[in-house]
């Protein structure tokens, strides 16, 4: 059981940091000018979003 909260985390792990890279890409593109603070709340937010996935993995481990 544990093993399926952890492809659940991952899967929204995922997810989240391809939705970041997609709004990054098309805001630097539609604004480059404001490419170094955009990829620096992307890497934040990817930062965020991975130790929700670290998390899940935990809890998957905890439950077991």
């Known amino acids: 059981m544990g093993v399926i909260g952890y492809g659940l985390a991952v899967i929204g792990a995922g997810i989240g940091i391809g939705l970041a890279a997609f709004g990054a890409?098309?805001?630097i593109a539609?604004?480059?000018?404001?490419?170094?603070?955009?990829f620096t709340v992307f890497i934040l937010?990817?930062?965020f979003?991975?130790?929700?996935?670290?998390?899940?993995?935990?809890?998957?481990?905890?439950?077991r």
Request: aromatic share 4%.
């Open 25 to 27: 890409s098309q805001g």
């Open 30 to 38: 539609r604004q480059p000018e404001v490419q170094g603070r955009l």
């Open 45 to 47: 937010g990817c930062a």
């Open 49 to 63: 979003v991975e130790a929700l996935g670290l998390i899940g993995f935990v809890t998957a481990l905890i439950v």
